[in-house]
């Protein structure tokens, strides 16, 4: 139960995630990513002088604290990337916003490659190398981006769909390599083959001019909604009890049972295929409507969890993998959800309060989950077997079932709202 509080921990950190909202609409970009760093070097700093004994011991507390913190840091660095997105490609603002959130989904390749590329730590030593690097990589990027981290306000021109679709092949390569690194193994040509992916997207130029008469509008463009008037709303009640029961704690919940190992490889081209999605919709003058598509991708979350009660190997991996997939979608599709529904003028606010239910679902099924593992362990320490679980992921199911009927029905009500700002 402890090492459950401990993963919980970090997502904890998204309760406090608002703050970096708030922030962006006062403080300049830079400002708001030299914050985000600076909370991860404390937060993974720290810890990683604690592991290497340069500090003396801290409690549980004080590591607990130490988490949140670099929890909340992935906050200010994320809403300062949206707010970049939003601003620059409002037009494409979806395509731009999901393709940032795939690259998210890529750093613990990154991190692995940078690992082994430079520090090659012994197996008892990983844990002290990712800390360092969770505590530099950030300060050295941030201060990498700093000169071009603004919004460009460009003069109307024709807009240029060859920048993104070179985006998308650079970005299904990387994925590529991140899948066969997770699930084989990471050898130097994939360790090369991922840096140089990485380095083409520094030179992709993609140009964004003034959205023309006619053409696509993010939805939401004429409905802009304050976070006290949002809370207020059904609409809003909908999308956050929905996103907490079929959302982003469904990771973390597997990765604690140690068993999401390649669902995390395939989330990524999850997160892709929705800007893959949103790219061709926007060409053909087209829009998908973001609560039906979030009840697309919850349903077959169910059947996974259900699917998963078989003890097969082959049922563990294709529900993995389809969980994985529809958790990265979602991960990316509840973004351009919100603008969607509430606006973006406030969208900095809005979605960190939102993504609050991150850390409470972690909190609430992560715990059920351990609960549930350490009553079928018998005294024994260590629970085997398909019983372990079972009971998890039949609650598991019910909830992301209960997830699409609530989107369904959110996607009944703002149906109306849609027609009308396309009209």
Not at 371 to 397: D, I, K
């Amino acid at each position: 139960m402890q090492l459950n509080a401990l993963a919980f921990a970090s997502d904890s950190g998204k309760l406090l995630a608002w703050v970096s909202g708030v922030a962006v609409v006062y403080l300049p970009l830079w400002a708001v990513l030299l914050v985000g760093a600076a909370l991860g070097l404390v937060g993974y700093g720290v810890q990683f002088l604690l592991v290497g004994e340069a500090l003396a011991s801290a409690s549980y507390w004080q590591v607990f604290l130490l988490s949140a913190t670099a929890g909340n840091a992935a906050c200010w660095i994320n809403t300062a990337c949206y707010e970049v997105c939003l601003r620059n490609f409002r037009s494409k603002a979806r395509v731009a916003i999901g393709l940032s959130t795939s690259y998210f989904g890529l750093s613990a390749v990154a991190y692995t490659v940078l690992a082994d590329a430079f520090i090659q730590p012994l197996p008892h030593q990983k844990a002290k190398a990712y800390l360092l690097l969770n505590a530099v990589v950030p300060v050295a990027t941030t201060l990498l981006v700093l000169p071009i981290a603004r919004v460009v306000l460009s003069e109307d021109k024709q807009r240029s769909d060859g920048g993104f679709i070179l985006v998308f092949v650079i970005a299904m390569a990387s994925g590529a390599c991140g899948v066969f690194g997770s699930l084989w193994s990471m050898s130097t040509w994939v360790m090369l083959s991922f840096g140089c992916l990485l380095a083409a997207l520094l030179a992709v130029k993609v140009e964004e001019g003034l959205a023309s008469p006619g053409g696509w509008e993010e939805a939401g463009e004429d409905r802009q909604v304050a976070a006290s008037a949002m809370v207020r709303t059904p609409e809003f009640w909908l999308y956050f009890f929905g996103y907490l029961f079929g959302g982003r704690w469904v990771p973390r919940a597997l990765q604690n049972l140690c068993c999401g190992l390649s669902g995390f490889a395939f989330g990524f081209f999850g997160r892709c295929m929705v800007s893959l999605v949103d790219f061709v919709c926007i060409r053909y003058v087209y829009e998908v409507p973001r609560p039906a598509l979030i009840a697309a991708l919850t349903a077959p979350m169910a059947g996974s969890f259900f699917l998963l009660l078989n003890s097969g190997s082959a049922c563990l991996y294709a529900g993995n993998v389809v969980i994985g997939t529809c958790t990265g979608a979602i991960t990316s599709a509840a973004a351009s959800a919100t603008t969607e529904l509430f606006g973006t003028k406030f969208f900095g606010i809005n979605h960190n309060i939102v993504v609050s239910n991150i850390p409470i679902g972690s909190f609430l099924f992560g715990f059920l989950a351990a609960f549930v593992y350490q009553r079928g362990e018998n005294g024994r320490g260590v629970c085997m077997g398909a019983q372990c679980y079972e009971r998890t992921f039949l609650v598991w199911g019910c909830l992301c079932a209960v997830s699409t009927l609530l989107f369904v029905v959110l996607h009944i009500r703002t149906r109306k709202t849609r027609s009308v700002v396309s009209a």
